[in-house]
């Protein structure tokens, strides 16, 4: 398979999903807030597959487009360049640094409902969003090998899930579509299938620590019978509660 991905944000969660494209055989454009400029050394260290852009372009050069940004700049992903996109959102909400928003904490809207509302001509996948970078890498298996992982996926087009288990596929991973991106709760912060299955016991420790400690941390296999159970047992909880990643 050939094609290109967009990746609009290059911080951790995108330049693992960048390096794992190019190892499939993909090209990649990369981008972020600052500037293609600011990612010449990345661009470099990845290879002839990869290049930068800002986002609208590298929206509108991608065939799939992942967005890896914090949720309080969803409001900067570029509608127009992506229209007629299937964008795969990595995205959780963490009012610590987001910043409270009133349709979340109150249940009305899922974060992916609201990144759909803001992308209205594109179709938004729930994806990458409950594994750790580091682990994304490490964990990453062929699709016959015994010990390969699943990861989630939700969204309200059956064509854009396709297109989002396909890249899955590709990148290491099988795929288990948990609904419409109003079920996206089921695998965001505070539920059971979020981090935990894939790092196992996790030390007290604050967020900077807990990074770190994670890329010294080869990561747990959770196929595709466990991480279902795990979807299933999901209770919805406050959104406006969640806390960033550490033991908490």
């Not at 981008?31 to 661009?43: C, F, I, M």
Request: no cysteine.
């Amino acid at each position: 398979m050939h094609g290109t991905l967009g990746l609009i944000g290059s911080g951790m969660i995108g330049t693992s999903i960048a390096r794992l494209a190019i190892s499939a055989g993909l090209d990649v454009v990369l981008s972020n807030s600052r500037g293609p400029e600011t990612l010449a050394d990345l661009v470099a260290e990845l290879g002839g597959q990869a290049r930068a852009a800002p986002p609208a372009e590298a929206a509108r050069a991608a065939d799939l487009v992942v967005a890896a940004i914090p949720l309080q700049a969803y409001q900067k992903l570029p509608a127009a360049a992506l229209a007629g996109k299937t964008v795969l959102d990595t995205a959780n909400y963490y009012p610590e640094r987001d910043g409270h928003l009133t349709e979340l904490d109150t249940g009305a809207l899922t974060s992916s409902a609201l990144i759909q509302r803001h992308l209205a001509d594109s179709h938004v996948v729930k994806a990458f969003n409950n594994i750790t970078p580091h682990q994304l890498l490490s964990l990453a298996r062929p699709t016959d090998a015994a010990d390969r992982s699943a990861l989630p996926i939700g969204g309200d087009n059956t064509a854009a899930k396709a297109e989002a288990t396909r890249l899955l596929d590709l990148l290491g991973y099988d795929a288990i579509d948990i609904g419409p991106l109003s079920a996206s709760w089921r695998t965001e912060p505070n539920t059971p299938a979020y981090i935990r299955p894939y790092l196992g016991e996790i030390p007290a420790m604050d967020v900077d620590t807990f990074l770190q400690w994670t890329h010294r941390t080869p990561g747990i296999p959770v196929p595709v019978p466990r991480l279902t159970e795990l979807i299933e047992t999901a209770v919805r909880q406050p959104a406006g509660e969640a806390e960033l990643p550490s033991a908490n």
